[in-house]
């Protein structure tokens, strides 16, 4: 799961996503190239039905957790395009 996560948010993205960490295998952390706070950009995406978790910093990108521990690999890729889509 970690990798397709990885290899989707690399494909759909294209640079404006980059990966901080991705330990324990069941979540990862990213920051997003986006004017918009983390918390705007959190509700953007619950409204298209995908959850992911700010994190608030004094970054100058909004960063985010997302945990895939209970997504099923076949739903990974539908949901990083769901947030492509509101991102």
């Not at 970690?2 to 690399?10: A, H, I, P, V």
């Not at 920051?31 to 298209?48: F, G, Q, T, Y």
Request: proline letters at 6%.
């Amino acid at each position: 799961k970690n990798t397709l996560l990885r290899q989707c948010l690399q494909r759909y993205f294209e640079g404006q996503v980059h990966i901080l960490s991705y330990e324990s295998g069941l979540h990862m952390r990213i920051a997003l190239r986006n004017p918009d706070s983390s918390v705007i950009l959190a509700d953007k995406a619950l409204e298209k039905g995908v959850k992911v978790i700010p994190i608030k910093t004094e970054t100058p990108h909004p960063e985010f957790l997302l945990s895939f521990a209970g997504i099923r690999m076949q739903d990974i890729e539908p949901a990083v395009k769901l947030l492509k889509e509101c991102w």
